[in-house]
T-cell receptor
């Protein structure tokens, strides 16, 4: 199965600033998925990132707040822009792995102060 | 509206007891997966069920997919403290690539 390297693992940021999270996959993948996991809660899909096209955002998430880059088939970034304390969450990237499974990065724990 | 309803959301039991976690939906899934997540880590895949009525066993864990592929259960026999963690069900909707997650079950096994 694919191996994902996600960084940073954690960060504490000032409100109003932006943070870019990176995910590197050890194999080429068509789609990469970005999730948010709010404290004590489950995962919510933010967007699906395809190489060579605009990301597809889920309801409640917009490109201006969460711009995504997908420059090649092994790498993607998610930026959390103009942060507020409500953005404090764990952010995870994921790719399909094998016929049915999905592999996740270890997550980025973001605290906005 | 939650597409996948997972229950219970919290469960604390004694070592040696049995437990069952449920995931239910009104939607049909092409596959359904169970993940376990430890603090500071991403979810790790435990099992994928694909066929309606399918049952899979992983040591003391038994996973079942409903006949109509709308629901699933995870049963743990003789729970151990090492089973403590967040268990997540996730379904892949027919024709889509993305996963939808249940609310998660935070399981605590007390020695």
């Amino acid at each position: 199965s694919a191996v994902i390297s996600q960084k940073p693992s954690r960060d504490i940021c000032q409100r109003g600033t932006s943070l870019t999270i990176q995910c590197q996959v050890d194999s080429q993948v068509t789609m990469m998925f970005w999730y948010r996991q709010q404290p004590g809660q489950s995962l919510t899909l933010i967007a699906t990132a395809n190489q060579g096209s605009e990301a597809t955002y889920e309801s409640g998430f917009v490109i201006d707040k969460f711009p995504i880059s997908r420059p090649n088939l092994t790498f993607s970034t998610l930026t959390v822009s103009n942060m507020s304390p409500e953005d404090s969450s764990i952010y995870l990237c994921s790719v399909r792995s094998g016929d049915y499974g999905y592999t996740f990065g270890s997550g980025t724990r973001l605290t906005v102060v | 509206t939650q597409l996948l309803e997972q229950s219970p959301q919290f469960l604390s039991i004694q070592e040696g007891e049995n437990l069952t976690v449920y995931c239910n939906s009104s939607s049909v899934f092409s596959s359904l997966q169970w993940y376990r997540q430890e603090p500071g880590e991403g979810p790790v895949l435990l099992v994928t069920v694909v066929t309606g009525g399918e049952v899979k066993k992983l040591k003391r864990l038994t996973f079942q997919f409903g006949d109509a592929r709308k629901d699933s259960s995870l049963h743990i026999t003789a729970a151990q403290p090492g089973d403590t963690g967040l268990y997540l069900c996730a379904g892949r909707i027919q024709g889509a690539q993305k996963l939808v997650f249940g609310q998660g079950t935070r399981l605590t096994i007390n020695p």
